[in-house]
T-cell receptor
Framework: GEDVEQSLFLSVREGDSSVINCTYT??????LYWYKQEPGAGLQLLTY?????DMKQDQRLTVLLNKKDKHLSLRIADTQTGDSAIYFC???????????FGSGTKLNVKP | EPEVTQTPSHQVTQMGQEVILRCVPI?????FYWYRQILGQKVEFLVS????????KSEIFDDQFSVERPDGSNFTLKIRSTKLEDSAMYFC?????????????FGPGTRLTVT
């Protein structure tokens, strides 16, 4: 099956930018998603990108996709303490039959 | 804003008992999913459902599991004979994917505790 990898932890100071990275293995057309999970809560969709795009921006969030290296990143500008959470990237092929999730990156924002 | 709902929020059951977890996906969505998340671990895909049948299932989704869409709104996950290791959060999700939106929304989850 497909493999989605993320680093486990990231710590930043409030006001700095955070960059959370993800790598995936699927070589065909795919959709890639970012989710946020706060303690004891469900998964909140942040954004998604199709693999024929290089970048997508939505307010403080910027997604960059390097399709050649199968590398996806989520940049959070002006990180706030409320951004502290676990961030999951996920991949699905074009037919949406199955989603593959990474292990999640725990973002800690220090005041 | 439309949302995916799940009931109950917490289910406690004894080993060997059957449980049914219920979900109401977003009404115009076409693809439905069940996932589980063991405490502190990653989200694991269980099964996808499209056009009234299973599209794909993972190796976790063995004969103890089944899914149904009994009417136009509900989507259920049944575990026939629960084991201790079935204790986890179970999330339902849905996607439109029929138009220009491919946003997958998750429900709040059902915490299943098997004793």
């Amino acid at each position: 099956g497909e493999d989605v990898e993320q680093s486990l932890f990231l710590s930043v100071r409030e006001g700095d930018s955070s960059v959370i990275n993800c790598t995936y293995t699927d070589s065909s057309s795919t959709y890639l998603y970012w989710y946020k999970q706060e303690p004891g809560a469900g998964l909140q969709l942040l954004t998604y990108i199709f693999s024929n795009m290089d970048m997508k921006q939505d307010q403080r969030l910027t997604v960059l996709l390097n399709k050649k290296d199968k590398h996806l990143s989520l940049r959070i500008a002006d990180t706030q303490t409320g951004d502290s959470a676990i961030y999951f990237c996920a991949e699905t092929p074009y037919n949406f039959n199955k989603f593959y999730f990474g292990s999640g990156t725990k973002l800690n924002v220090k005041p | 804003e439309p949302e995916v709902t799940q009931t109950p929020s917490h289910q406690v059951t004894q080993m060997g008992q059957e449980v049914i977890l219920r979900c109401v996906p977003i009404s115009n969505h076409l693809y439905f999913y069940w996932y589980r998340q063991i405490l502190g671990q990653k989200v694991e895909f269980l099964v996808s459902f499209y056009n009234n049948e299973i599209s794909e299932k993972s190796e976790i989704f063995d004969d103890q599991f089944s899914v149904e869409r009994p009417d136009g709104s509900n989507f259920t996950l049944k575990i026939r004979s629960t084991k201790l290791e079935d204790s986890a959060m179970y999330f339902c999700a849905s996607i439109d994917a029929g138009g220009s939106s491919y946003e997958q929304y998750f429900g709040p989850g059902t915490r299943l505790t098997v004793t």
